[in-house]
């Protein structure tokens, strides 16, 4: 066998409990019109209390795993992209056990709304030297948990959800060409901080104790660094890749705003109609959007097997990546 990755099996998962714009008028100062025109989100899932992140991602993993027509026990690691996780110590082995992957190595990487992009990479890296032969990677967020509901400016903007990928050793490389890049000098833009209070120990030993901030975002700098480095890391990978815009069967981003995905499709001159775009059902759901759209498209068939899509994740950090890959 060659030393190349297939990407075999998607599947996704959300909430069953929908807050529409509608909804958030009613919460905040704000209006369906407002958010549709400026963002194209109409509806997000909202976790229930009894629901969790890695319930959530177990249900996509195993989905993924059955159209990989593989079984748990083949997979030998499991990657959890996730900010959000149930346990701060990490969510991939509660899903190891869920799915009873038990052969598997599983742990977390966290890189915000890059993380499925990032982990797919990581993903490929583990294939191409031999180390691992079928890899779980799962994109989730359960934002929800984490948004100020005060905060008109970025809670209208944020869901819950899971998606998962099955890759596997294969002898072709569907993975053309990816970039990873961050820039920790405009951290600020996107934080989800942890705040705590000074908590005394003994004379002269003060430890901290305490939670995590709401999500703080200012949202015109990461609009404008989204609409500059998506397509400046997509072009870079369509160069690698020897591929010009007209090979590109499909656009698959981060669903943070449809204004970004437009922009981006217009500066690469892809159409618009090759945007794979589940927003207005699913608003932003951080590691989750890219396979969650991505599996919606599979299970409808707009994308076939040998269709190459060009993804690109992007978020705090701030974080970016692209990937071209072929599905199936
Ligand atoms: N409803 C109604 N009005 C709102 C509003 C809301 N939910 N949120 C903000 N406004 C107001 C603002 O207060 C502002 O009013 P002002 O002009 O009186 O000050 C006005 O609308 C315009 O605000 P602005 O921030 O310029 O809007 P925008 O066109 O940039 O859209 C975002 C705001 C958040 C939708 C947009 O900046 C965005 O999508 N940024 C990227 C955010 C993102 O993707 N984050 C996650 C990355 S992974």
Known sequence: ?????????????????????????????????????????KNRHIAAPTESLSQLSAIAANKAIAMAGISPIDIDLIILATSTPDDMFGSACK??????????????????????????????????????????????DVMSRWVDWSDRTSCILFGDGAGAVVCQRARENSLLSFGMYSNGSQNDSLNLNYHGQDKPLVDGITAQQGSYNPISMNGREVYRFAVAKVPEAISKAMFQANLTADDIDWLLLHQANQRIMDAVAKRLKIPSSKILSNIAEYGNTSAASIPLALDAAVRDGR???????????????????SAIFKWG
């Open 303 to 321: 994308v076939k097997p040998g269709d190459t899509i060009a993804a690109s994740g992007f978020g705090a950090g701030l974080t970016w990546g």
């Open 95 to 140: 899903i190891q056990g869920l799915i009873g992957a038990s052969s598997a190595v599983a742990f977390d990487l966290t890189a915000a709304c890059s993380g499925f992009l990032f982990a797919l990479i990581t993903a490929s890296q583990f294939i191409n030297t031999g180390v691992h032969q079928n890899v779980l990677v799962i994109g989730a």
């Open 1 to 41: 066998m060659g030393a190349g990755i297939a990407i075999t099996g998607c599947g996704s998962a959300a909430p069953e409990s929908i807050l529409t714009n509608h909804h958030l008028a009613q919460m905040v100062e704000t209006d369906d019109e407002w958010i549709n025109t400026r963002t194209g989100m």
